[in-house]
């Protein structure tokens, strides 16, 4: 006698309707993250233009002197200067923590036993030859004509 199927519901199929459909809006999500990030100067640049009557309405130093022609470009400079600290202070740049990860795994992975250390290697009734130690340790240089 044959058993029918358990019964698995609406689940499996509403995750693998929606699985291509949430895969695409988080990668679009860190593409975006990521070039945020990257172009944040010409975000502010950007922000700058749109908004400079009111940034100058608002933030300007020198609204009482329009004889200077600021139009809020005194608090433009201080934004600018303010993300180029915030660039500058980051402590674990990109490259520092991607120059970090081969000591990181290095860490994870556990070293080898003392007693392995020079013994040769066997496969079943295979055995690989034994190479001393010191014979990789030297470089190559091929004989001279």
């Known amino acids: 006698m044959r058993r029918p199927p358990p019964y698995a519901g609406p689940w499996p199929t509403f995750v693998a309707a929606t ?7 988080f990668s679009y999500l860190l593409i975006s993250l990521v ?5 944040s100067r010409e975000v502010l640049v950007v922000d700058f ?3 400079q009557a009111v940034i100058t309405a608002r933030f300007c130093v020198n609204k009482s002197q329009p004889q200077l022609h600021c139009d809020g470009k005194c608090y433009f400079a201080k934004q600018l200067k303010q993300q180029e ?4 202070k980051a ?3 990109l490259k520092e923590r991607l120059e970090m990860l081969p000591a990181a795994f290095r860490m994870l992975a556990p070293p080898a036993p003392a007693r392995w250390a020079g013994m040769p290697i066997s496969y079943g009734r295979y055995r690989l030859a034994w190479v001393p130690a010191n014979a990789a340790q030297g470089v190559f240089h091929p004989p001279q004509a």
Do not use: G, V
């Not at 699985?19 to 809006?25: H, I, T």
């Not at 600290?85 to 500058?88: A, G, I, K, S, V």
């Open 19 to 25: 699985a291509p459909l949430l895969k695409a809006f």
């Open 35 to 39: 070039l945020l990030q990257t172009f």
């Open 49 to 51: 233009t749109l908004n």
């Open 85 to 88: 600290e915030r660039e500058n």
């Open 91 to 93: 402590p674990n740049s």
